[in-house]
Each structure stands twice: as C-alpha cells, then as structure tokens.
C-alpha cells in the first residue's frame, strides 16, 4: 500500500470549449489513511474531481494518480458513490449485493455488505424502488464499503439523511476506516459535521484548490483577529477582513507576531470555510507536500 | 385571525396548458408537422401523375388494332408503377400511425413525465392532475384527427377514380384502412393505449413495449376479423360462375346438390365499403373512449 | 494517524473470472428482455413447427377437396379456406416476428441496455467496480449478441426445413412465395441473424452517443429502418448477374427468379429500352432492335447473395461497435 492516497498535478477539465473550466491548475497531495473533508461552492469542482479520481473521466490538463497508478488501474481498489446514488431500481437489494458481488469477484465482503444493510433495518427483498432516499444511500454504501476498498470516494454522502442516520453512518464510515485504514474523501456542504470526523482538508473555489493540507495544521495557520478599524494588518496575509463602523474583523494567516491593539482568537472550521468561500482572490494556503509537518 | 375567503385558484387558461403540452414535445410536434406536410406533398405529387399513369394501364393489343394502343408502348409507360407504389407506400404509412402514436404516447407522453417526477411537478402547479391528462391527451388527438383525417381526404383524391390496379382493391388491408376515417380511429385508440399503458407501468420503457404490443394485437385481430363486421351476402346459383374482382370473398363451396352442380359464393361488393368503415371507427373509438376513461379512474384512484 | 493496517484478505472463497460474474450480473439485470426474447423464439418456432406438421396436412387437405389440384381448378381455389389461411396465418407470424426482430433489438439497445443507464448513472456505477468500462461495453454487446445469433439461427433452420417440405410436394400449396421474396430469402439464410446484430450493435452506438433513453430509442429505430430499405434496395447488385437473350419471335424473357433489369439489344450489343412501337410491323427494323435480354438471379444465386449481404451487415455491425468502443475510451479514457 502506498503512502499516497491521490496526487494531483495541474489537473484540470473542461466541459466544452466556451464555459469556464470545471477545474483550474489543481495541485494537492492526499496522503493515504486520512479521511479527508472535501468542501467548497456549488459549482467548484467536486463532483468533478472525484469523477477524475475514480476514473470515470479524463482530464483535459494535467494528470491525477490515485493509489501510485493510474485511476483505471486502481479501480479494483477504489469505491465510488455518485450523488445522486444510483442504483438498478428494478433489482432488490440482495440483487444490488449480488451485482456487486458478481462485478468484484476478487475483493467482495458478503458480510460487510450485509451487515450495514442490517443495521439499517432492511429487508433484502425489498426493489430498490420502495426505498427512501436515506435507505438508498445505505445500500449504495453497501455496495461501496463490500468492495474492501483501499480508497473510498463519496460525492454528497449524507445530503439526504436524517440527523440519525448521518450520525450512524459516519460511525460504521469511521470505524471501517479505522479498522482498515482506508482512506476517505468525502465532500460535503456540511462543515460543521465535518470538523469532528475529518482530519484532511481539501476546499475547492471557482475550480481551483484554496486550501489542503491536515485539517489541524490548517487551523493553527489562521488567526481571527478583531481590532479598531484603520489599522494595518501588513505583513500578515488577509484572507477576509469586514468592517462595521469602527471595528473590524479579519481572518488572517500571521507572518509573526500580532501588534498590540488586536485581539486573537481561534477560528472554527466553519469560519475559515466561510471566509474563504466569501473572498475567492485570498491566496491558497497548500500544507500538504510530501515532507511538510504532519 | 382574519378570515381566509377561499380564493379559487386562478384558473389555468386552456391556451396555457396546450401551449406548455407543445413545448414539452416539441420534437414530436415538429416530426409530426414534418412527415404531414412531406407526405401531402408526395400525394399532390402522385395526383399529378394520374393521368399519364391510367394511360399506362389501358387496354391494349399487339399488334395495334381498333383504336388500342400497342402493347409494348403501354408497357414502356413507368409511371403507371411510380403511381401505384407511391400510393401503395402513403397507404402503408397511414395505416401504420397507430404503432409509433401508441409508443410515444406509453413513452415519452405519459411514462416518462410519471417516471422522473415531472408531472407531480405540474400537478402541484395550479393545475390538477385530471386537467393534466386531460390536457395532455387532448391536445395530441386534436392534432392526430386533424393531420390523419386531412391526409386521408388527399389520399382520396390522389388515388382519383381507384382504378385497383393502381391503387390496390378496396378490401386490401392497406388500402381500406388509408381511404376512410378508419385511419383516425386508429390513431386516437393508439393514443389511448398508450395513455393507459404510461399510467399503468408508471415507467417510460415497459409502457412504450406494452402499448406497442397492444395495438399490434388490436390491429392484426381486426384485419383478420375486417369481413365479419357486416353480414355477407350469399348467392347460390346452379351452375359456375365467377365473382367480379370487386367482391371481397369469405367463402366458396362447390359441392354438387342432388347431382346438380350448384355453387354458392359468400362476399362482400363493394357497396359495404361505407358499412364496413362505420363499424370499425365504431370499435375502435369505442376502445379508445375505454382506454381513456380507465386512465382517468386510474388517476383519480390515485388522489386523496 | 491512523493504524495503517494492511487490507485484510477478504473473505471470499470463490474464485470466478470478472467474465463469468459480469456475464451473470447482466442476463440477472436484463431478465425481462431475455424471458420475451425467449418468448418470442419460442411462439415463432411453434408457428413454424405446427405450420410444418398438422397445418401442412390440414391445408393439402382442404386443398385437394377442393380439388384444386386437379387440371382446372374451380374459381374457389382463388380465395384461401379456413385451413389454408391458418397455415398462411402460422407462416406469416413466424415472418414477421424475424421482420421486426431488428426493430426492436435495435430499440431495445438504444433504450434499455444502454440509454437508460448512460441518463440515470447506473452505467457509471458499473465502471467503478472492478470490471471497468471496457469490459461493461463488450459484455452489453457480447452477452444479447450471442442470445440473438443462437434464437434467429434456430428459427432459420426451421424455417428451411418447412420451405424443403414445401418444395418437395409434387404441386406446392405455398406456391404464392418465391425464395427472393423480402422477409423470405432473409430467414431462410444468414441475413436475419446478421441484420439482428447491426441493429444491436447501432442502438448500441445510438445510445452511446445520445446517451438518454427515448431519444436513443427512436434515433435506433429510425437508423435500423433505414438500414434495412437500403439494403432491400441494393440486394440484387451484390452479385454478378446472368444474362439471357431471347430473339425476338420469342417475346421479351419470363423467368421465375429475381428479375434485376429487363430490355431491348441492338444489333451492335447496345442495350435499349423495349420501343413503344413495339409489335407494330416493321418496329424492329427501324428502331434496329434485335433481341431482348434480362438480367436475372437464379435460384443458384442464393448463397452467394446472402454472404455478400451478411458480410455488409457484419461490417456495419464492426463499425458501430468499434465507435462505440471510441466514444467510451474518449469519455473515460480507461485503458481496460
């Protein structure tokens, strides 16, 4: 097994030659046995690049490795699930298992399959029409996580699930990660829920790569500051700053020391999500190169 | 609390709904225009044709005597064939309408719209589901009896006097369901299974299979079946004779009688085209008013 | 960090080939299709296998009372009887079931087998699990073309039974079909079962190209359609053809086999259409005809005509199969 999950290199795809490029330069590295948060807009290039990574299209510039080869010939080790998860509507769900069974002849677990589904409360004789969204996501994981993968991808995993069911299943994607170290990209508008499972970060914007890098190394970079309007926050960079009336707020990545008249302060994950997300000219911030602090 | 009236909802225009039918299958509609125009075009073309083509067809003899016309110069005459394969090819197509009608209807009319969500879509819009189909089926059938029914008066036209050695005999199957409202009454019962097939499966692929099977069937029964609609007429007369080519013959028994040669010949002149036709539009109306009446209490079931 | 264990062997204990469990996985997918393929085989076999035992019988028999077969035959002889028109009916089923086979194989690919999984993700969903799309796409092709070639080519056989049957009377009650007659000299030969896998291999291409179902579909049919007109149309230039010249006190030429082109010689071997003062005294002389001629097909044409048709219909079939290999590599850029 390799130590690196996937590494991008000025990867970039186009849809067509008058729109916008879906993704722009991306370079980042994913080492393996992270479960990584991958986050951004609508319309930044998640989908696309986990459709990149799973091999299922090809980029327009630059080249993405994926378990130390090519995405076609990590396929045997990588699971993907799609956003919308599709699935065979006229098979039951013991015939979903069974196709994923059949397909994957070298690397099924019946029994990991099964079990997920049973502890959804399944029967497996129900068609994979009857069944509600957050129960289709749960097959669809099924489907997933029966392959053994060594690399997990999941476009939008918990988008319909009820607040129960989002927790129990990332408990079972937590512990089979833990268990296996399985690495897992997981992209995802829902920050908060994120910071207590993530240990990666990879937040995309307008196509290209903001930040990546550990979650808690990229943390520790930024500081929110708050402080009378009019002062000067050179050298420091500045990733977002607001001010109302005479305050004002910033969220910067401090090239030293702080100068008295400013107050310092943690940022949460969500914070430094959403002032990323709200100035898209903040230079990107990438920890992840092979031999950075880990 | 202030007093909620209840407000009626703003009727929907009928403009309205036709106007968003016509724009969900535009592709359809625009086919639809296409093949109506190219085919009424062929048949003002053919009807052209006409004259040169029953002077291909006269009598004639060899060598060239009272007035007749060589033989070989009567046969060197193409276009008496352009003529009648050109009618025979219009005749096929129209009575063939039923089966494309009837897979678009169980597919991409009703199957798919209840398949990807779309018509839950419209139906909580300002219009109901009943106005919904309605809508849905009664602009297509206005469309169907306009073009099929306009295209049949061309036909007759262009087939001018129905000599059947150009234009086929009345009772060939083609020809008989092309020259009257038969051809329309194919159409809308077309429609109707397919309507009916699209609620039942609710999914676009089986009902399109399904409808296309069923009017296979209805067609191919009622073909079979066309000479039993309308009583025969029987005659019996010692001795042989012959029927002319204009009869449409059901039986024939040659058997002696008391050592009497007696033959009796059971068919249909020509003068039960008319009755034939009325019956049969009968039927099969009355299969698409059944279709379309199970596909609204189907509907309706359906609703709270 | 997390413990980097090594992935546990899973505990799988068979050892099947990614072939055989895509081979299964599909016929468990597409088990609708195959129960009405079997169908269909199975109604248009009994057609012909009644049509071939008791219906024959029972047809000959109606026939010779009626005494049809005697050396004037009454006029009731024009119309089938009761058992000659379900022997007729049987034939014309069988026919027709191979007719439209094409049709609805090439809507079938267009819009199930591919289409539909190309618009709801579940193509995409195969291709990331260990098959690949390479091997998806040659499955879909493989797996219907091996069930399509095997029922058509059963049918085939039978078919050629019944018209031996047929011939071998002494005075053949079928005589209203002649063996190049269009849906005739297709099932009787390799054309049927070819022309089912064009029409596979282009709905599949359709529905690689357009990738939603109804418009696959119908973009399928309507491609299969053509194909086949155009072939009718060409079917009588796919072989050299024999020449017959008949003098001009024999008349123009009559035979009984697939008449290509009929005419007039001169004297110099040119060929000319038959005048319209033909018969007239003293026509020939001044349009200086001096034979007739036709180009024909016999009966010995058969096999010859039906490989140089089945070998288009196989090059069509390459064609769109290869492009849609093409397409696929282009979208995914696998590999394998």
Redesign the interface.
């Known amino acids: 097994m390799t130590d690196t999950a996937i590494e991008a290199a000025g990867l970039g795809r186009r849809f067509g030659r008058r729109r916008a490029p879906a993704l722009d330069g991306c370079t980042f590295r994913l080492p393996a046995g992270r479960v990584c948060a991958l986050t951004g807009p609508n319309g930044a290039g998640k989908s696309t690049l986990l459709a990149l990574a799973a091999g299922l299209l090809r980029p327009t510039e630059g080249g993405i490795t994926v378990l130390g080869t090519t995405p076609a010939a990590a396929r045997e080790r990588l699971a993907y699930v799609a956003q919308h998860k599709p699935l065979h509507p006229q098979l039951t769900i013991a015939g979903t298992l069974r196709l994923g069974r059949d397909l994957n002849p070298r690397r099924w677990d019946a029994r990991v399959a099964e079990r997920i589904v049973a502890e959804g409360g399944l029967d497996p004789d129900t068609k994979i029409r009857a069944l509600s969204g957050g129960q289709r996501t749960r097959v669809a994981l099924a489907l997933a996580l029966g392959k053994r993968p060594e690399l997990l991808l999941l476009d939008e995993p918990m988008a319909d699930l009820d607040p129960l069911a989002r927790h129990q299943l990332t408990a079972t994607l937590m512990a089979d990660a833990a268990d296996h170290g399985t690495t897992v990209v997981m992209s995802s508008h829902v920050v908060a829920e994120l910071e207590g499972s993530c240990d990666h970060l990879l937040l995309l914007g307008s196509g290209r790569v903001r930040l990546a890098g550990p979650l808690d190394d990229l943390l520790a970079a930024h500081t929110l500051v708050t402080g009378r309007a009019g002062k000067a926050l050179d050298p420091h960079t500045v990733v977002e700053s607001r001010a109302t009336g005479r305050q004002l707020t910033a969220l910067v990545r401090p090239a030293g020391p702080l100068g008295d008249g400013f107050q310092s302060d943690r940022p949460s994950l969500e914070e430094v999500v959403l002032a990323h997300l709200r100035s898209p000219d903040a230079p990107p911030l990438l920890l992840d190169r092979r031999g950075a602090a880990v | 609390m202030t007093a909620l009236g209840t407000a009626t909802a703003p009727a929907v225009p009928p403009g309205g709904l036709v106007r968003t039918v016509a724009r969900t299958h535009r592709?359809a509609l625009v086919l639809t225009l296409l093949v109506l125009a190219t085919a009424t075009a062929a048949l003002a073309w053919l009807h052209s044709l006409g004259d040169e083509a029953r002077a291909g067809n006269r009598a004639c003899a060899?060598?060239?005597t009272d007035g007749l016309p060589?033989?070989?110069?009567v046969?060197?005459i193409t276009v008496d064939e352009t003529y009648a394969s050109g009618l025979a090819v219009i005749a096929t197509v129209l009575s063939w309408v039923m089966f494309p009608v009837a897979a678009w209807a169980g597919?991409?009319l009703v199957g798919?719209e209840l398949e990807s969500g779309t018509a839950q879509l419209a139906w909580t819009q300002s219009v109901g589901p009943l106005r919904w189909l309605a809508a849905k089926l009664a602009a297509p059938a206005a469309l169907l009896t306009a073009g099929t029914g306009g295209l049949v008066l061309v036909n007759v036209w262009a087939r001018g006097d129905s000599n059947p050695n150009l234009a086929g005999d009345w009772y060939y199957p083609d020809v008989f369901v092309s020259t009257g409202p038969v051809a329309v009454a194919y159409a809308l019962a077309g429609l109707a299974l397919g309507a009916l097939a699209g609620l039942v499966w609710r999914r676009?692929?089986?009902a399109?299979g399904v409808a296309l099977a069923a009017s296979l069937l209805l067609h191919s029964l009622l073909e079979?079946h066309r000479e039993d609609l309308w009583p025969s007429v029987t005659r019996t007369e010692a001795g042989?004779f012959?029927?002319p080519r204009s009869a449409l013959?059901v039986?024939?028994?040659?058997s002696p009688v008391n050592g009497v040669p007696v033959t009796r010949?059971t068919f249909h002149p020509e003068s039960h085209f008319w009755p034939l036709q009325y019956v049969e539009t009968g039927l099969l109306l009355a299969v698409a008013a059944t279709a379309t009446a199970a596909a609204f209490v189907l509907l309706a079931r359906r609703l709270p | 960090m997390t413990a980097l264990d090594t992935v546990t062997a899973p505990a799988v204990t068979r050892h099947t080939s990614p072939s055989r469990g895509l081979v299964l996985a599909m016929l468990r997918l597409h088990r609708t299709a195959l129960l009405f393929w079997l169908g269909l085989v199975v109604v248009a076999a009994g057609a012909l296998l009644w049509a071939m035992g008791p219906g024959a019988d029972a047809a000959w028999a109606e026939y010779t009372d009626l005494g049809c077969d005697q050396a004037a035959p009454n006029l009731g002889c024009d119309s089938p009887g009761p058992a000659n028109s379900r022997y007729q009916t049987a034939v014309t089923v069988a026919i027709g079931l191979v007719r439209l086979l094409p049709l609805l194989t090439g809507a079938w690919a267009g819009g199930a087998l591919i289409g539909r999984e190309l618009e709801n993700g579940t193509a995409q969903l195969a291709w990331t699990q260990s098959v690949g799309p390479a091997r998806w796409l040659a499955a879909k092709l493989a797996v219907p073309a091996l069930l399509l070639v095997t029922g058509t080519l059963t049918l085939t056989l039978l078919h050629r039974m019944l018209w031996s049957a047929d011939r071998g009377a002494a005075i053949n009650v079928m005589g209203w079909r002649a063996w190049h007659d269009t849906g005739v000299f297709e099932v009787n030969g390799t054309i049927a079962a070819a022309e089912a896998l064009a029409a596979l291999a282009l709905g599949v291409l359709a529905g690689m190209l357009l990738r939603r179902t109804l418009p696959a579909l119908g973009v399928a049919v309507l491609t299969v359609m053509s194909l086949v007109y155009v072939l009718d149309a060409l079917r009588p230039y796919l072989w050299p053809v024999k020449t017959v010249v008949t003098s001009l006190d024999d008349g123009t030429p009559g035979i009984d086999s697939m008449i290509v082109e009929t005419g007039a010689m001169t004297a110099s071997g040119a060929r000319v259409p038959i005048p319209s003062c033909s018969g007239e005294p003293g026509c020939d002389a001044r349009t200086g005809i001096t034979h007739y001629y036709a180009d024909y097909h016999p009966a010995s044409h058969f096999w010859p005509l039906q490989l140089m048709e089945t070998g288009l219909l196989l090059a069509v079939a390459a064609l769109a199969a290869a492009t849609a290999f093409v397409l696929l590599r282009r979208r995914t850029g696998a590999a394998v």
């Open positions: 592709t060899t060598p060239p060589s033989c070989a110069a046969e060197a597919g991409a798919r676009a692929l089986p399109a079979r042989s012959e029927l013959q039986a024939w028994a040659d010949a």
